[in-house]
Each structure stands twice: as structure tokens, then as C-alpha cells.
T-cell receptor, first 112, second 118 residues
Framework: GNSVTQMEGPVTLSEEAFLTINCTYTATGYPSLFWYVQYPGEGLQLLLKATKADDKGSNKGFEATYRKETTSFHLEKGSVQVSDSAVYFCALSGGSARQLTFGSGTQLTVLP | GAVVSQHPSRVICKSGTSVKIECRSLDFQATTMFWYRQFPKKSLMLMATSNEGSKATYEQGVEKDKFLINHASLTLSTLTVTSAHPEDSSFYIC??????????????FGPGTRLTVL
């Protein structure tokens, strides 16, 4: 079946630091890949997505590239801000599965 | 963008009682909604798919008689935790697919409901 593994947190960075949150997946077929973000007290929001190999999703300075050869979809941002503090979830959808399969989430805290 | 609300945001109940959680799509219609459960420091686990006008589809291992789902209208799905016990304490999240998408890839999520069973 499908599964998603993402790096455990929590991750604490200083403002303007470089961010990487690793995500790898196992899936049959050709899944779509997503990063969702959950700010404190709010619901999950789609941050970015990629639907095929070598696609790069980007939004709000965040980027992730769909790497089929390494089955990865790592999230990166060159310079984080305090407002980026949230929980980040990697997820996939595809093949015969209509629903999303989530990773365990990574708590990011950015200090001023 | 599309908004999904949940009510209540948190609830505390005694063991043996039933609790109803509502999920509403505020500005779009959703023939399908999804219910997830999230344990501390764990991933979201899909519990069931709520289908308007028909029975919900439950994931393997989820007790149908314990977690009753009713999709009463195109904007409302309810999850009732019956005869709740402390092990049912968790964070329950609903979602609905964004309007116009084929398949269920992009979803809008509610803010979640924290259930604590004493």
C-alpha cells in the first residue's frame, strides 16, 4: 500500500535560515504529491503540489521537486520567517486510492 | 478560497455518552467528505468517506457502529462517536474536495475537533 515517511521534528531554526524537510514515499502507480501546512488553530492548507515526475511545486518561497528515482519530495525554503512556524505534512494521492495518505507531520518553529 | 468548518472545536464528555461533530462546506457543495483522526505526533488516519445520499465507506479497522457518519446534505456531514471511551480521545478532522476537481486530489480541511473522553 501507499505510505509516506517524513523527517521527525520538531525543527527549530533562526529567521532567514535554510529549511529542508525530507519526505519519501512508497506507492503503486504514479501518485500526486503534496505538502500541506497547518498553522496553529487552523485547518490544513495546501502549500504546494506536483503531479508527475520532475515537476516542481512552489508557493510562498517554498519548493519541492517530485523525484521518481529517489521516491522523494523534499520541502525547501531558502530563508524562513517567524510566520512560517507551523506543522508541515507531506502527502500523496494516486493510483487506485482517491484519498490522501499523510506523513506524520513536522513541527517547525522559527525564532526571531 | 473554499472554506470548511467544524463544530465544536473541542468537546469534553463522560465515558459512555455520544458526541456529534459537524463538518460544513461553507461556500461550495460537497457530495463527498472525508473524516480523519489524528493522534499526538502521528499522521492523519483516514477513517471513512462520507457520501451524500448513501452510506459512508469505512476504512479497514474502523468500527462502523461506533463512528456513525451521516451526510445529510451537500454541505453537511456529521460524525457521531457513540458510547465514547477514553481511547476515543483524539483530534478529528474533516475535509472536502475542492470544487471542480476530478478525483479527490485537492481537499479543503476543517480546523479539527479535539475530543476528550473522561
Amino acid at each position: 500500500g501507499n505510505s509516506v515517511t517524513q523527517m521527525e521534528g520538531p525543527v527549530t531554526l533562526s529567521e532567514e535560515a535554510f529549511l529542508t524537510i525530507n519526505c519519501t514515499y512508497t506507492a503503486t502507480g504514479y501518485p500526486s504529491l503534496f505538502w500541506y501546512v497547518q498553522y496553529p488553530g487552523e485547518g490544513l492548507q495546501l502549500l504546494l503540489k506536483a503531479t508527475k515526475a520532475d515537476d516542481k511545486g512552489s508557493n510562498k518561497g517554498f519548493e519541492a521537486t517530485y523525484r521518481k528515482e529517489t521516491t522523494s519530495f523534499h520541502l525547501e525554503k531558502g530563508s524562513v520567517q517567524v510566520s512560517d512556524s507551523a506543522v508541515y505534512f507531506c502527502a500523496l494521492s494516486g493510483g487506485s486510492a482517491r484519498q490522501l495518505t499523510f506523513g506524520s507531520g513536522t513541527q517547525l518553529t522559527v525564532l526571531p | 478560497g473554499a472554506v470548511v468548518s467544524q463544530h465544536p472545536s473541542r468537546v469534553i464528555c463522560k465515558s459512555g455518552t455520544s458526541v456529534k461533530i459537524e463538518c460544513r462546506s461553507l461556500d461550495f457543495q460537497a457530495t463527498t467528505m472525508f473524516w480523519y483522526r489524528q493522534f499526538p505526533k502521528k499522521s492523519l488516519m483516514l477513517m471513512a468517506t462520507s457520501n451524500e445520499g448513501s452510506k459512508a465507506t469505512y476504512e479497514q479497522g474502523v468500527e462502523k457502529d461506533k463512528f456513525l457518519i451521516n451526510h445529510a446534505s451537500l454541505t453537511l456531514s456529521t460524525l457521531t462517536v457513540t458510547s465514547a471511551h477514553p481511547e476515543d480521545s483524539s483530534f478529528y478532522i474533516c475535509s472536502a474536495p475542492s470544487p471542480g476537481t476530478s478525483g479527490m486530489d485537492t481537499q479543503y480541511f476543517g480546523p479539527g475537533t479535539r475530543l476528550t473522553v473522561l
